[in-house]
């Protein structure tokens, strides 16, 4: 079937979207509002963009056209923090995602501990196997949404994640990472994985041009 996605009611499009790019990282994002209380939600229209510099993307849903939360914190502040999360923290980050009026420290609420970051205003989440301490670069307005490009100033990783710091070997399998899938509730684990090395063109075609 063919959708003209221009067409489509909101619902239909974020069903599209949420059930077919999958499996999608959890950014699971602290902000500080203007009370410098910490704000704390997940959003799973998050990935990387790219290492030169570090730069990562949130696509923010508003609500009747105006910013949410984190959003509006980001706005603000121009600076916040995304967690990745492991199975141990799936629990703690579905609660934070709780629809809790503007205010509410979700950090709290969640009973999730917290250290200060070395360069940006909201805090970390000390359980997280990664945080990225981030500066916003650009924020692009449509009705329907804020996307945030942001450059990351500092990575923290979790030692027991770093195998080899020399040559920057990391352990992402141990790390537990999950992921956002398809429909309300959906999860999906990093567990099941499989391994395929980039072909070389040289050696496919034996160093002649395929006809």
Not at 61 to 90: H, M, P, Q, W
Request: charged share 20%.
């Amino acid at each position: 079937m063919q959708f003209d996605m221009a067409d489509l009611p909101f619902g239909s499009r974020y069903k599209i979207m949420n059930s077919t790019i999958t499996p999608r990282p959890i950014g699971w994002t602290v902000t500080v509002d203007e009370a410098g209380v910490p704000n704390c939600a997940p959003h799973s229209f998050f990935n990387a963009l790219g290492s030169d510099p570090a730069m990562i993307v949130l696509g923010l849903i508003k609500v009747g056209g105006n910013d949410k939360d984190t959003a509006a914190y980001i706005r603000a502040r121009g600076d916040f923090v995304v967690a990745l999360v492991s199975e141990a923290d799936g629990e703690r980050m579905n609660l934070t995602a709780i629809d809790s009026p503007r205010g509410v420290n979700e950090l709290a609420l969640a009973g999730i501990e917290s250290m200060p970051a070395a360069r940006v205003s909201a805090p970390l989440i000390v359980s997280a196997p990664v945080c990225f301490e981030c500066k916003v670069l650009d924020l692009l307005d449509y009705p329907g949404q804020t996307v945030v490009i942001a450059e990351v100033l500092v990575t923290h990783i979790r030692d027991e994640f770093v195998s080899d710091v020399k040559r920057m070997h990391l352990d992402t399998p141990a790390m537990k990472l999950i992921a956002r899938t398809h429909g309300a509730g959906w999860y999906q684990r990093g567990s099941d994985q499989f391994q395929m090395q980039r072909p070389s063109y040289a050696a496919k075609t034996d160093g002649h041009a395929p006809d």
